[in-house]
């Protein structure tokens, strides 16, 4: 997952925000169309699929060759480690690649593509401010624990709705649910620790390396499975569909989220994510036929705001204008 701390230029051009905002939103639909081919990619209708660890293992065998050619024309001197960087590279690589993109397929072996985005990006914000306050002693304000509180009530609602639709505890569903909110609390953890180390490293090589040393752990599990795997019986649909994964989302959705952040700011591209659920739910309704049902669309609309009340005083801080939230046990500096 793609993640940069850099700002826009003060006297950058309009055009050029507008053109990174544009391929921002182009990411965000990719991305949100890959959570289906995740699915079509481990449960294809007919034919055999790629288990979750394989298909991770075996599309940045692919990726990793193809990033470190265009790295090379690009910016070269970004390939060269410091010492000390491998151990950082071997801890980050496990967590962004056999962690993070090994779960999403895992949890859409048992739940929706909606419930997937809505557990797992729609709660990144709500467990990254969790773990600044654990680890780094970052506080949250009043109105941040209720949003926090209402995000974690809206998880309920998206979780209780279950991934076949209607409201109902379905065990399966429940599973897939676990999964996806388990990828959430993981992912924000690491990406708050990658945060800090963008300060010091370029984007390139940390894209490039996190994905390298992440894949070296899958590729003794590929070629082992690779040696009896009936890649006969796999449907040309799944090819396509990993080719997907492989391209826009990885080749093109990499470097064209970094590319557009430093044109339009950190704080604007993150909030993008709250899109996501958006992008998957419409794609999986169109690809796959999976209903939204009201359950989701309300536990989605109940996380988005928690976690906005959650980030008020950061977004306020960002430059966004909005009315300040007066709560009645809460006296900010300067009341009377």
């Known amino acids: 997952m793609p993640t940069d701390s850099g700002s826009p230029d003060p006297v950058a051009a309009p055009k050029s925000a507008a053109t990174g905002f544009l391929i921002l939103l182009s990411c965000i639909v990719i991305w949100g169309v890959n959570s289906v081919a995740f699915k079509m990619c481990t449960r294809p209708a007919t034919g055999i699929g790629l288990e979750p660890l394989f298909l991770t293992g075996l599309r940045f065998m692919i990726v990793v060759p193809c990033l470190a050619v265009m790295i090379a024309f690009k910016q070269p001197e970004a390939l060269k480690l410091a010492p000390g960087d491998i151990k950082k590279y071997l801890v980050f690589g496990f967590f962004a690649i056999v962690m993070a993109e090994t779960l999403q397929p895992i949890a859409l072996q048992y739940t929706s593509v909606a419930n997937l985005t809505l557990l797992s990006h729609g709660t990144m914000s709500l467990?990254?401010?969790?773990?600044a306050l654990a680890l780094f002693k970052q506080r949250i304000p009043p109105a941040g624990w209720v949003g926090a509180v209402i995000a974690l009530f809206g998880v309920g609602l998206v979780a209780a709705n279950g991934g076949n639709g209607g409201f109902r505890m379905d065990t399966e569903s429940l599973q897939g649910d676990a999964v996806a909110l388990f990828r959430s609390v993981e992912h924000s953890c690491y990406l708050l620790y990658l945060s800090r180390w963008l300060q010091r490293r370029p984007v390139l090589q940390v894209s490039f390396y996190n994905c390298a040393f992440g894949d070296a752990y899958l590729i003794p599990y590929v070629l082992w499975k690779g040696v009896s795997f009936p890649w006969a019986q796999v449907p040309?649909?799944?090819?396509?569909?990993?080719?997907?994964?492989?391209?826009?989302?990885?080749?093109?959705?990499?470097l064209a989220w970094n590319w557009a952040m430093r044109r339009v700011g950190a704080i604007t591209a993150s909030n993008?994510?709250?899109l996501m659920p958006v992008a998957a739910a419409i794609a999986a309704y169109f690809i796959l036929g999976e209903p939204l049902r009201m359950g989701q669309v309300i536990g989605g609309a109940v996380i988005i705001f928690g976690v906005l009340l959650l980030r008020w005083e950061t977004l306020i801080e960002a430059g966004i204008k909005m009315p300040v939230i007066r709560l009645p046990f809460w006296r900010g500096r300067g009341d009377d």
């Open 127 to 131: 467990f990254t401010a969790f773990w």
């Open 236 to 254: 040309a649909s799944v090819w396509w569909w990993f080719l997907w994964t492989i391209g826009p989302t990885t080749l093109y959705g990499f």
């Open 272 to 274: 993008m994510y709250y």
